[in-house]
Structure formats: structure tokens, C-alpha cells
């Protein structure tokens, strides 16, 4: 069953994301929809804050991937995939040794590899009311 949570300030993304990884303990793959400036990577700033990332959490939009690492020196692996022109892109950066690592990997813009991502991936859409006041954070 689908969870549905409304944001009105990225101060509660903090509980928002806490919720997320909690309620998908075994989950490894979080896939993020959204228009451009949704708060997707807003969003994973915020996971990678729970998850104790002691990097700085940016888009990776021109490396595609950027690596961050935990206190406990686990790798959180952040993809931005809109600059991706076709899925086979990600065949030459080896994305089975990330998504197979058995270690998070957060997706932006997942659309553009759809056939690529594993069946247990967790889908995580981001809507921006029509004024833009607030945010509907389903998964």
C-alpha cells in the first residue's frame, strides 16, 4: 500500500525520509520522480542526512554519479540520469556493480533507465501543487 505524505517546507522532509528508509528497511534502490525542481535532490539530502552521510550531498548532474560515504564508511551512491541520452549509457559506467552492491542507491530522473532498474526498486514521486506551496511525496 502506497504511502502518501504532503510537505509544506523542507523542514519535514526530515521525518518524510526517516519514514521512507524505515518502511523499506531491506530496500536498497530508491528510483525519484518528478518534474525538474520538484525536490528530488532536496529529498536525498535529507535520506543521506538520516543515512549519517558525513559528504557533501550535491546533483551529480555532469559525473552522473556521485559516491558518498557514511560514518561507518558505507558508500550511498547518487545518481542524476537527466543528462542520460540513452540507457545504454549506463552499461559503459557498470551499473550492475552499484546496483548489485548491496548498497543504497539513490536515482534521479529513473525514467531515462527503466528497463534497468531491478523489480524491488522503490519508486518515490514528488508532485508540486499548482502554486507551489507543497509537495505530495508518494512510495
Avoid at 534502490?29 to 518528478?34: D, L, M, T, V, Y
Avoid at 549509457?89 to 525514467?111: A, K, Q, V
Wanted: proline content about 3%; aromatic content about 14%; charged content about 20%.
Amino acid at each position: 500500500m502506497a504511502q502518501i505524505y504532503t510537505c509544506q517546507s523542507p523542514d519535514e522532509l526530515s521525518t518524510i525520509a526517516a519514514r521512507l528508509i524505515e518502511h523499506h528497511a531491506n530496500k536498497r534502490i530508491f528510483a525519484f520522480h518528478g518534474e525538474m525542481g520538484a525536490g528530488k535532490t532536496t529529498f536525498i539530502k535529507k535520506i543521506c542526512e538520516y543515512l549519517k552521510v558525513t559528504d557533501t550531498v550535491s546533483s551529480p548532474t555532469y559525473a552522473i554519479v556521485n559516491e558518498y560515504f557514511t560514518r561507518d564508511e558505507a558508500s550511498i551512491y547518487h545518481f542524476d540520469l537527466y543528462r542520460i541520452k540513452a540507457w545504454t549509457e549506463m552499461l559503459e559506467i557498470g551499473y550492475e556493480d552499484y546496483f548489485y552492491s548491496g548498497n543504497y542507491c539513490l536515482l534521479e530522473w529513473p525514467e531515462k533507465i527503466v528497463n534497468l532498474l531491478p523489480e524491488e526498486a522503490v519508486h518515490v514521486s514528488i508532485l508540486v501543487s499548482a502554486d507551489g506551496s507543497q509537495r505530495t511525496i508518494t512510495f
